[in-house]
């Protein structure tokens, strides 16, 4: 199956900095990637989707300020968590269609997920 | 808008006893159902598909458009069936996001 890749897997960083987290699609291009958000012990809530060349579609109450994401090109896309503060600690985890696979409508292939961690 | 409940968060079964794990879906079209499963320290990964039809790791899940239901079975539990599991839905049409179910965590007693 497809490869989807996250780095780092995990970050401790102080409140106020901002914290940059990594998507790879490695083995297909994907014009489009999901970043999805877990709290502990919790579900996996939608934040936005992530689209090659253009601006990401972020879901309702998903901050987009704080929140940047970029998909630069057609493996990589970034999450990057500005002005960190401790209730942005949470595991955040991208996933991705590999279309010639599965269809634009098939399986999702997630990453393993980046544990940050606001002090 | 699209939804997906599970209402069990926890499930505990005897191995060897069947398992069901139930999901329910709100959805204004046709829609596609998946189950996702994460086993310990492992990322989350495709158990099956309601377009497939098929059965993987002796899981079988069955479409019910009537009750809107999506339930997840398997006759005889196996002690590394344990582990979290999703219910998730998606539109049909070009690349569409998923939304998942809060999970149920189905835990196998030896």
């Known amino acids: 199956g497809a490869v989807v890749s996250q780095h780092p897997s995990w970050v401790i960083c102080k409140s106020g900095t901002s914290v940059k987290i990594e998507c790879r699609s490695l083995d297909f291009q994907a014009t489009t990637m999901f970043w999805y958000r877990q709290f502990p012990k919790q579900s996996l809530m939608l934040m936005a989707t992530?689209?090659?060349?253009?601006?990401?579609?972020?879901e309702q109450g998903v901050e987009k300020d704080k929140f940047l994401i970029n998909h630069a090109s057609l493996t990589l896309s970034t999450l990057t968590v500005t002005s960190a503060h401790p209730e942005d600690s949470s595991f955040y985890i991208c996933?991705?269609?590999?279309?010639?696979?599965?269809?634009?409508?098939?399986?999702?292939?997630f990453g393993e997920g980046s544990r940050l961690t606001v002090l | 808008a699209q939804r997906v409940t599970q209402p069990e968060k926890l499930l505990s079964v005897f191995k060897g006893a069947p398992v069901e794990l139930k999901c329910n879906y709100s959805y204004s079209g046709s829609p596609e159902l998946f189950w996702y499963v994460q086993y310990s320290r492992q990322r989350l990964q495709l158990l099956l598909r309601?377009?497939s039809r098929e059965s993987i790791k002796g899981f079988t899940a069955d479409l019910n458009k009537g009750e809107t239901s999506f339930h997840l079975k398997k006759p005889f539990a196996q002690e590394e069936d344990s582990a979290m599991y999703y219910c998730a839905l998606s539109g049909r049409f070009g690349n569409e996001k998923l939304t998942f179910g809060t999970g149920t965590r189905l835990t196998i007693i030896p």
């Open positions: 992530s689209n090659e060349g253009s601006k990401a579609t972020y």
């Open positions: 309601h377009i």
């Open positions: 996933s991705a269609r590999d279309p010639l696979l599965a269809g634009a409508t098939g399986e999702l292939f």
